[in-house]
């Protein structure tokens, strides 16, 4: 398990700034609805990898779901 | 009927593979790729919006259906951006199907053709199926194919523009010169007629979304497009008659009336 801190952290989430209670990617995530991917920074996090990602401040982070497309 | 037409190994019985997109409603999205007899949608990933609940119906209805998923990377612009979007898309839908596109100007949202073959060898290295949505430049598609890519989609014109064949004659060189890949029709297609022209061509299939998503009946123009690729198809498999410059009667000359053989 990655290592918990207790702080708040400004991060770039879905594009929009928002001010984070905890670096733990997994404590973010329950608001999102399933089933959704991440990437972080431009990079992919697999699923398995949730429990160990620690976010820093300043990150991009991005939660897609399915929508239409062509 | 046994179909000859796979992508990567998985057959299809259709050869016309839709688009979820641009429908005026998602009930009539469901009911034109009923119709239309598909087994393979495209669908693509964006940022969610909790406050936005259209995404869960979508997917609802999409897994409805139990169709093939085919997953784009409409409107990634580097390659970073493709394969990010790729393994997102492999998480979610468990499939290593990924319709690769790579824009290259925002105007004719054009495949960028460098950056397309650096990410197709990323993906293809990576376990993906790559069908790279391409132009119908036959050097690069000759290259997208030596990488490994066994399905390539060529645009007949600019996606949504459904101008239809733009150039033939590249088409068709792409046809002749790469006889074993298989080749999808991707973008520009407006009416089922040019469909059933590049099936008559030799294409293996087509994929179109605009051209029924944004018909005044979606649900009818889908079938429309299903029977003129059938139709293309057969006609392909027929084989045409050879074309010639000069009139020839099919109705036989021998024993018309009214003339002689004998001047008078």
Same mark, same amino acid.
């Given at each position: ?23 733990? +990617? ?28 620690? +976010? ?15 | ?10 057959? #299809? ?31 693509? #990933?964006?940022?969610?919006? @909790? ?18 998923? $085919? ?40 495949? &960028? @053709?460098?950056? #397309? ?14 069908? @790279?949505?391409?132009?119908?430049? $036959? ?12 399905? $390539? ?45 590049? /099936? &008559? ?12 998503? #944004? ?21 392909? $498999? ?17 024993? /018309? ?8």
């Amino acid at each position: 398990m990655a290592e918990q801190m207790k702080t708040e952290l400004s991060i770039w989430l879905n594009g929009k700034k928002e001010s984070l209670d905890s670096n733990q +990617l997994s404590h973010l995530l329950p608001r999102f609805k399933s089933p959704f991917a991440v990437a972080l920074n431009g990079c992919f996090i697999a699923a398995n990898q949730y429990p160990n990602t620690v +976010l820093q401040a300043g990150d991009q982070l991005d939660i897609v779901s399915p929508i239409a497309g062509g | 009927m046994h179909s000859d037409f796979n992508i990567y190994g998985t057959q #299809l019985n259709s050869r016309l593979i839709l688009g979820s997109a641009l429908y005026p409603s998602p009930a009539l999205m469901q009911q034109a790729l009923q119709q239309s007899g598909c087994e393979a949608v495209t669908l693509s #990933l964006r940022r969610q919006a @909790p406050e936005q609940q259209g995404g869960e119906q979508f997917w609802q209805l999409i897994r409805e259906l139990k169709l093939q998923l $085919l997953p784009n990377t409409a409107g990634c612009h580097s390659v970073q951006q493709a394969v990010t979007l790729a393994q997102m898309s492999r998480e979610i839908f468990q499939t290593n199907w990924i319709k690769l596109e790579l824009i290259g100007d925002d105007y004719n949202l054009q495949p &960028e @053709p460098m950056l #397309l073959l650096q990410a197709a060898e990323h993906l293809l290295a990576d376990g993906f199926e790559v069908l @790279p949505y391409c132009t119908d430049d $036959l050097v690069l598609c000759k290259r997208l194919y030596e990488l490994g890519c066994k399905v $390539l989609m060529p645009w007949a014109a600019p996606i949504g523009s459904g101008l239809g064949v733009l150039n033939p004659y590249a088409l068709r060189t792409l046809r002749e010169r790469l006889p074993d890949a298989t080749l999808i029709v991707d973008a520009g297609l407006g009416v089922p007629s040019h469909a059933c022209q590049v /099936m &008559e061509m030799g294409f293996d299939g087509v994929l179109l979304n605009s051209a029924v998503a #944004l018909a005044k009946d979606p649900v009818l123009m889908a079938l429309a497009f299903s029977q003129a690729v059938a139709a293309g198809r057969s006609a392909f $498999l027929a084989g045409a008659m050879p074309k010639q410059d000069f009139a020839s009667p099919s109705t036989p000359v021998l024993g /018309m009336p009214f003339w002689l053989q004998e001047a008078l």
